[in-house]
């Protein structure tokens, strides 16, 4: 099939295939007499196992990792389970950084409970302050990235 087929097989944006050639991830395909490429049926079930793994927001250095262990059926997976172990963290850790986000988003909602004008609104004048009295920018104290829909769409992208 050429890269369209597999595009929309897998639901996959074409660019997106030809990254993850780029990043060794998927095999370069063989090419027909008139120079367009050429998958299988392997390129689609690894593209899947590519898709599915950023769907459970795995790294591409998790996947390719994983997808040495895929290449390598006889080796011990030990490091597929720590792989996983420590991916289980990270996503324990982002869960407990948004549930604070969270937080804090409620207690600077409570800051302005009746609509007024912008200029006595609690919540603009809380953020202003909290902004002239933060010398380290938010994003430094563990900005949950990917958690807003615009960074969603960036990553669906590269997916």
């Not at 050429?2 to 395909?29: D, F």
């Not at 994983?66 to 011990?76: I, R, S, V, Y």
């Not at 909290?130 to 990917?146: L, N």
Request: net charge positive; with cysteine.
């Amino acid at each position: 099939m050429k890269i369209g087929e597999l595009a929309r097989a897998t639901g996959t944006q074409v660019e997106t295939v030809r990254y993850y050639e780029r990043e060794g991830l998927l095999p370069t395909p063989l090419r027909t007499e008139g120079n367009y490429r050429i998958y299988g049926a392997s390129h689609m079930e690894r593209l899947s196992f590519i898709r599915h793994c950023r769907s459970l927001d795995m790294t591409l250095d998790e996947i390719r990792t994983l997808l040495g262990f895929k290449d390598a059926p006889e080796d011990n997976c030990e490091q597929v389970n720590a792989l996983l172990d420590e991916h289980i963290g990270h996503v324990a850790q982002r869960i407990k950084d948004l549930r604070a986000l969270e937080r804090q988003l409620k207690a600077l909602r409570e800051q302005c409970l009746v609509t007024q004008g912008a200029a006595h609104c609690g919540i603009l004048n809380e953020l202003s302050a909290a902004a002239r009295t933060q010398a380290v920018p938010r994003e430094a104290h563990g900005h949950v990235h990917g958690a807003h829909t615009r960074g969603a769409q960036a990553r669906v992208k590269k997916q």
